[in-house]
Each structure stands twice: as structure tokens, then as C-alpha cells.
């Protein structure tokens, strides 16, 4: 495993990381708490050091399952969560729909107390405010509350998460450009370039960290699929139009030069190209077995992409993989 530096922190996160909504919010399959909190200790004896959740995951189990496989061992570990959904008071969800925000002063310290409590420590490593928008992002008392966060040593670094799906440009620039975050979490991948591309140009000039979710594009550029793939019931790919699986697999087909050598499979080239920006710390590929575990975390020992794999991808997405009018990728 390869390590990099949070933002202007001391922290240095693990090249790949484990985003634990996986086992953790049932949206994936089933989830048994001694099976994710077994996968959670995989993951570090094979080097991940960098667990990524958040409050709402299971409605604090995520972070319950930090605390079950990692409180033993707190320090060896760099722990991230989000707060700023207010699940306490709206308990009730459909699907993937949004709870009401909370940027208040007294919500978020009763948020962030709380989610201590379940991971059992007395300090987060990364704290991130939960898929903020713009009104959020121009709030000058919310970033000087976690900078008073920060002063308490509740937390050692504190950023955004962009969502919940693709997207949020502005409100990314904007807060690397303005504020005093180490890290800004977004969706980027092989298939989804944009706006990952000009949140990377931002990164870069600011000193800002990223850190990538969707690395795999829910699963497409793991290499598994086929046109006769299914998922669970309550696996939340199951709701994507067949569209998306159809078109996905004609762009996945034109990725083969990247593993033709055997060097790597696709899910590793895929981290690969994520990783290939200095600007991203960590890649939180989706993990929900010990195939991937083993897969995901021997990434850093394979090749980096060359100039001309990277050049070729440029090409590729450019075109849209020559399937559409360009403006359709987006």
C-alpha cells in the first residue's frame, strides 16, 4: 500500500480507502455487522489505513462499526465522517431521498457529539459537512465553527463531501477557492470525467485534497458485468434503467488496452487512472467482499497508467467512446 498526505495536514491516508456505506446501509445487499466488522480489519491488515463513513450511513451504524472493529486500536487508523443531515428529527426516507439539512450551530455540535459517541474516540481525523450546497458553502459562521472544531481538538481536518450524485462544481470551486478545507470529496471515474476534471484544476491550485468516490462507476468498471447482469432486490442498482448497463458495457469494451498486458485488471486500472491526479489522496472503491478487498488493495503494486494509456482515455471520453454526440457523457 501507498500513502498520501491530507491537504496541509500530517495525515497520510491509505492510496485506496474503504467508504463503509457498503456494509453498513443495506443498499448493496444484505449487511451482517460480525461479517462488516471482519471485512472492516481485512482491509487494514492489507494496508488500508483511511475508513471513510458518515452519520446517516445506517443511521450511525457505520461509525458503530468503526468502533466495533477499531476501537481497540484508534490511533493506527484515520477515521472520516459527515454531518449536517438532520436524521434525528426526519427518520423517515424513500430510497435515496435527501433529509433535511442542518447548518446550525447547536445542530452540528450535537451532531458531531454524537457520532463521537458511536466511534467511541474523542476526536475525528477528517470531519466533512455533508453534501453542501451553495448556501451552505457562503455561510462564514459554519467554517468558522469547524475551525472552532478543530481549536478543540474534537478534529484534526475538516472539508466538504459534494453530492449526493455527480455534479456540484461551483459549490467545489468555490469552497477550495474561499475556504480553509483539506479535502473535498466528489464522484470521478473513468466513465464520469466530469466535473471531476475542473475540480482537479481547482485542487491543484488551491492545495486541496481530493478524495474520490465511484471510482468504479457502481460497479461498471469492475469488470464483472455482463448483459445479463441482475442485482438483489434491495441492491440499489437494481432501480438504473437497463441503459445504463447496456451503454456501460459498450464503453467498458474499449478499455481493454488497459489490461491487456495482465498486469492488472480493470478494477485496478481504474483506481489507477483516478490516482494518476496528485490531487486525490484516497480512492473509496465500493468494498463488500474479500474479493475486493484483495483485488482493490494490491492496486498500488501494479503499474501507474503510462502517458499514452492516459492520452488514449482522453481521446475516449472526448468522443463519449464514439457511441453519441459528446455532450451526452455528461
Same mark, same amino acid.
Given at each position: 500500500?501507498?500513502?498520501?498526505?491530507?491537504?496541509?495536514?500530517?495525515?497520510?491516508?491509505?492510496?485506496?480507502?474503504?467508504?463503509?456505506?457498503?456494509?453498513?446501509?443495506?443498499?448493496?445487499?444484505?449487511?451482517?455487522?460480525?461479517?462488516?466488522?471482519?471485512?472492516?480489519?481485512?482491509?487494514?491488515?492489507?494496508?488500508?489505513?483511511?475508513?471513510?463513513?458518515?452519520?446517516?450511513?445506517?443511521?450511525?451504524?457505520?461509525?458503530?462499526?468503526?468502533?466495533?472493529?477499531?476501537?481497540?486500536?484508534?490511533?493506527?487508523?484515520?477515521?472520516?465522517?459527515?454531518?449536517?443531515?438532520?436524521?434525528?428529527?426526519?427518520?423517515?426516507?424513500?430510497?435515496?431521498?435527501?433529509?433535511?439539512?442542518?447548518?446550525?450551530?447547536?445542530?452540528?455540535?450535537?451532531?458531531?457529539?454524537?457520532?463521537?459517541?458511536?466511534?467511541?474516540?474523542?476526536?475525528?481525523?477528517?470531519?466533512?459537512?455533508?453534501?453542501?450546497?451553495?448556501?451552505?458553502?457562503?455561510?462564514?459562521?459554519?467554517?468558522?465553527?469547524?475551525?472552532?472544531?478543530?481549536?478543540?481538538?474534537?478534529?484534526?481536518?475538516?472539508?466538504?463531501?459534494?453530492?449526493?450524485?455527480?455534479?456540484?462544481?461551483?459549490?467545489?470551486?468555490?469552497?477550495?477557492?474561499?475556504?480553509?478545507?483539506?479535502?473535498?470529496?466528489?464522484?470521478?471515474?473513468?466513465?464520469?470525467?466530469?466535473?471531476?476534471?475542473?475540480?482537479?484544476?481547482?485542487?491543484?491550485?488551491?492545495?486541496?485534497?481530493?478524495?474520490?468516490?465511484?471510482?468504479?462507476?457502481?460497479?461498471?468498471?469492475?469488470?464483472?458485468?455482463?448483459?445479463?447482469?441482475?442485482?438483489?432486490?434491495?441492491?440499489?442498482?437494481?432501480?438504473?434503467?437497463?441503459?445504463?448497463?447496456? &451503454?456501460?458495457?459498450?464503453?467498458? +469494451?474499449? /478499455? @481493454?488496452?488497459?489490461? $491487456?498486458?495482465? =498486469?492488472?485488471?480493470? %478494477?485496478? !486500472?481504474?483506481?489507477?487512472?483516478?490516482?494518476?491526479?496528485?490531487?486525490?489522496?484516497?480512492?473509496?472503491?465500493?468494498?463488500?467482499?474479500?474479493?475486493?478487498?484483495?483485488?482493490?488493495?494490491?492496486?498500488?503494486? &501494479?503499474?501507474?497508467?503510462?502517458? +499514452?494509456? /492516459? @492520452?488514449?482515455?482522453? $481521446?475516449?471520453? =472526448?468522443?463519449?467512446? %464514439?457511441? !453519441?454526440?459528446?455532450?451526452?457523457?455528461?
Amino acid at each position: 500500500m501507498r500513502y498520501r498526505t491530507l491537504g496541509g495536514t500530517e495525515i497520510a491516508v491509505s492510496e485506496v480507502g474503504f467508504g463503509v456505506w457498503t456494509v453498513s446501509t443495506g443498499w448493496w445487499g444484505e449487511v451482517d455487522d460480525a461479517r462488516s466488522v471482519r471485512l472492516l480489519r481485512q482491509a487494514y491488515e492489507r494496508g488500508i489505513n483511511y475508513f471513510d463513513t458518515a452519520d446517516t450511513y445506517g443511521s450511525g451504524k457505520g461509525e458503530t462499526l468503526l468502533a466495533d472493529a477499531f476501537g481497540h486500536m484508534r490511533e493506527d487508523v484515520v477515521i472520516s465522517t459527515k454531518i449536517g443531515y438532520d436524521f434525528y428529527n426526519h427518520t423517515a426516507r424513500r430510497g435515496q431521498q435527501e433529509r433535511p439539512q442542518d447548518w446550525s450551530e447547536d445542530f452540528l455540535r450535537f451532531a458531531l457529539e454524537q457520532s463521537l459517541k458511536r466511534l467511541g474516540t474523542d476526536y475525528v481525523d477528517f470531519l466533512q459537512l455533508h453534501n453542501t450546497k451553495m448556501d451552505a458553502v457562503e455561510d462564514d459562521e459554519l467554517f468558522a465553527l469547524m475551525e472552532a472544531f478543530k481549536e478543540e481538538g474534537k478534529v484534526r481536518a475538516y472539508g466538504v463531501a459534494l453530492g449526493p450524485k455527480i455534479g456540484w462544481l461551483e459549490e467545489g470551486v468555490k469552497v477550495m477557492r474561499e475556504r480553509r478545507v483539506d479535502g473535498v470529496q466528489m464522484i470521478y471515474n473513468l466513465l464520469e470525467q466530469d466535473p471531476g476534471r475542473d475540480l482537479i484544476r481547482a485542487a491543484g491550485e488551491t492545495g486541496t485534497s481530493l478524495l474520490v468516490r465511484v471510482p468504479h462507476s457502481s460497479g461498471m468498471l469492475e469488470g464483472k458485468y455482463d448483459e445479463n447482469t441482475t442485482f438483489a432486490h434491495n441492491d440499489h442498482r437494481r432501480h438504473r434503467p437497463k441503459e445504463w448497463l447496456t &451503454t456501460g458495457l459498450k464503453k467498458v +469494451e474499449q /478499455l @481493454s488496452f488497459l489490461t $491487456e498486458s495482465g =498486469e492488472r485488471t480493470l %478494477g485496478q !486500472a481504474a483506481l489507477k487512472f483516478v490516482l494518476a491526479s496528485p490531487e486525490v489522496a484516497s480512492t473509496l472503491p465500493n468494498i463488500y467482499g474479500e474479493e475486493q478487498i484483495e483485488e482493490f488493495a494490491a492496486t498500488p503494486e &501494479t503499474p501507474d497508467l503510462t502517458p +499514452e494509456e /492516459l @492520452s488514449r482515455v482522453a $481521446e475516449l471520453y =472526448e468522443e463519449n467512446f %464514439g457511441l !453519441a454526440d459528446a455532450a451526452a457523457r455528461r
